[in-house]
Nanobody, 121 residues
Framework: QVPLVESGGGLVQPGGSLRLSCGAS????????MAWYRQAPGKGRELVAR???????KYGDSVKGRFTISRDNPKPAVHLQINSLKPEDTAVYYC???????????????WGKGTLVTVSS
C-alpha cells in the first residue's frame, strides 16, 4: 500500500492555476521533509519544491515565483499551488516524503504514484 496519494492534476490552459495535494496514510509516527518532483515526457525527474517539518521551503529555479509549497501538521499532507502555468510545466508530478511508519524502525523515502498536469490551449 502506497502511503502517499496525490490529487489535483488535470488539463489547464497556459496562464492558469492548479492546486495539487498529497495526503499520507497509514500508521505514521513521524514525517520530516515533504516534496514535489516532476517528470516531463522524455526527461528525468526534477525537484519542484520541498518543505521541512519546520516550514522551510526550497524551490527549483524554473518554478520560483510561480509555485508555492505548503504542508499540514501534524496530519501529514503537502500542497502545491501552481500559478502562471506554462506548457513546459507539463509533467507527471510526484509527491515524496520521508516517513517513519510504525514497525519500520526508522525513516524511509516514499513516493506517490503521480498526478498528470497538462498545460495546453
Amino acid at each position: 500500500q502506497v502511503p502517499l496519494v496525490e490529487s489535483g492534476g488535470g488539463l489547464v490552459q497556459p496562464g492558469g492555476s492548479l492546486r495539487l495535494s498529497c495526503g499520507a496514510s497509514g500508521s505514521i509516527l513521524s514525517v520530516t521533509v515533504m516534496a514535489w518532483y516532476r517528470q516531463a515526457p522524455g526527461k528525468g525527474r526534477e525537484l519542484v519544491a520541498r518543505i521541512t517539518s519546520g516550514g522551510v521551503s526550497k524551490y527549483g529555479d524554473s518554478v520560483k515565483g510561480r509555485f508555492t509549497i505548503s504542508r499540514d501538521n501534524p496530519k501529514p499532507a503537502v500542497h502545491l499551488q501552481i500559478n502562471s502555468l506554462k506548457p513546459e510545466d507539463t509533467a507527471v508530478y510526484y509527491c515524496n516524503a520521508d516517513l517513519w511508519l510504525s514497525g519500520s524502525g526508522g525513516y524511509s523515502s516514499y513516493w506517490g504514484k503521480g498526478t498528470l498536469v497538462t498545460v495546453s490551449s
